[in-house]
């Protein structure tokens, strides 16, 4: 993903030098419908970058399992998603996993942050396309404010059952 990252934001330079010369040569200005076109993608490559950057840093950073092959990564993700494992090994990791996405309170902070911004800049917006355009932004944040508190609620009933024996005795969860 942060290669994707990279080849988006390496995209957005010639883009927006692009728009530069369009509006530069006098016979175009903001208003164009081309200008307006690739002013959003613009706009919307470098939301894109961003969103992958972060999601590659968090994912690279916060993921106790990531030591650990994609099989038990994939396991991790069915107990916390199923609630329970009989894998005393699964559900260590997975009570660290689950721990991980509990401490990360900020999150929904700065999603609503983002997405309230969004709604104000539908509702401060005279131009329909920008009303539109800021409405599904503010869908899409919301959406990914929805996944990120359900994945939450997920760790912390993960973290409020009960452990497998081996895990309780070393020392993981309550016993």
Known sequence: ??????VLLAATVPATFAVGLLIADGKRDAGDPLIRLLLLLVTATLGVAVILLINAWMTKNSSVSD???PASRRRVKAALRDGSTSDPQVDALARKEAEQQVRRRWVPWALGVVMALQVLHAISTDRTSTRRT???GAVVWAVVLYQHWRTTQRARRYLAGPPTAETAEAGHGPA
């Open 67 to 69: 030591g650990t092959d």
């Open 1 to 6: 993903m942060t290669k994707a990252a990279v």
């Open 134 to 136: 800021a409405g599904l």
